[in-house]
Nanobody, 122 residues
Framework: QVQLVESGGGLVQTGGSVRLSCAAS????????MGWFRQAPGKEREFVGT????????AYANSVKGRFTISRDNAKNMVYLQMNSLKPEDTAVYYC???????????????WGQGTQVTVSS
């Protein structure tokens, strides 16, 4: 079992940047694809991005492509989401999750963190 804990959220102004961290424990994340998802109030959870086990491949939702970057440090059992040029519509609770497959659907992810709130003020 993998335990995931997100951190780094908060209040940021439009155009600002935030880096989210996801700390894993229980198992090495080197065996897992890692993803980030978000859920805004009243909306369904949506895919943000994913990274391969080695970190050499990433994929992003069109809404964040070019602004967000996922990275990982398997030695530290950490995953990161660098968020730049933030917009009010990026306001959401952000979750990291682990999967044994390359996937953009949340249904493919087995373990989830509790989430961290990011609020972008206009």
């Amino acid at each position: 079992q993998v335990q995931l804990v997100e951190s780094g959220g908060g209040l940021v102004q439009t155009g600002g940047s935030v880096r989210l961290s996801c700390a894993a424990s229980g198992r090495s994340i080197s065996n897992y694809y890692m993803g980030w998802f978000r859920q805004a109030p009243g909306k369904e959870r949506e895919f943000v991005g994913t990274i391969s086990r080695s970190g050499d491949s990433t994929a992003y939702a069109n809404s964040v492509k070019g602004r967000f970057t996922i990275s990982r440090d398997n030695a530290k059992n950490m995953v990161y989401l660098q968020m730049n040029s933030l917009k009010p519509e990026d306001t959401a609770v952000y979750y990291c999750a682990s999967s044994q497959k390359w996937a953009t659907s949340g249904a493919r992810y087995d373990y989830w963190g509790q989430g961290t709130q990011v609020t972008v003020s206009s």
